[in-house]
């Protein structure tokens, strides 16, 4: 597994990139800057559900037992608040959402 450091650089790049394609205002037609923003979207989640599963190692935490539980489990721990464990509980589902949908395409 890469290092927390890394993975962190990693999802800075993916929330730039993001950025970038906010910022040229594409519409909702332009298939390209969709699949690149959800794209790097879905890269930044993976890396962020990979710390959070470092973390939990690390700290001999739970295993846990789906990819939204990992978060539960960093909140019960003191280490994410309540507000950020239920983004990134959401972030899953859009994850979810985004790689069902795209297998559809």
């Known amino acids: 597994m890469e290092t927390p450091l890394l993975k962190i650089d990693s999802i800075r790049r993916c929330l730039t990139r993001v950025s970038e394609m906010a910022s040229l205002n594409p519409t909702f037609s332009d298939q390209n800057a969709l699949d ?23 700290r001999n935490l739970s295993v846990p037992r789906t990819s939204r539980e990992v978060f539960t489990i960093l909140e019960n721990a003191g280490i994410l608040s309540p507000l950020l464990a239920t983004n990134m509980r959401r972030m899953i589902g859009f994850r979810n959402i985004a790689i069902h949908e795209y297998q559809k395409n």
């Open 36 to 58: 690149v923003t959800i794209l790097n979207l879905q890269r930044a989640c993976e890396q962020a559900l990979d710390l959070a599963n470092w973390v939990c190692a690390y």
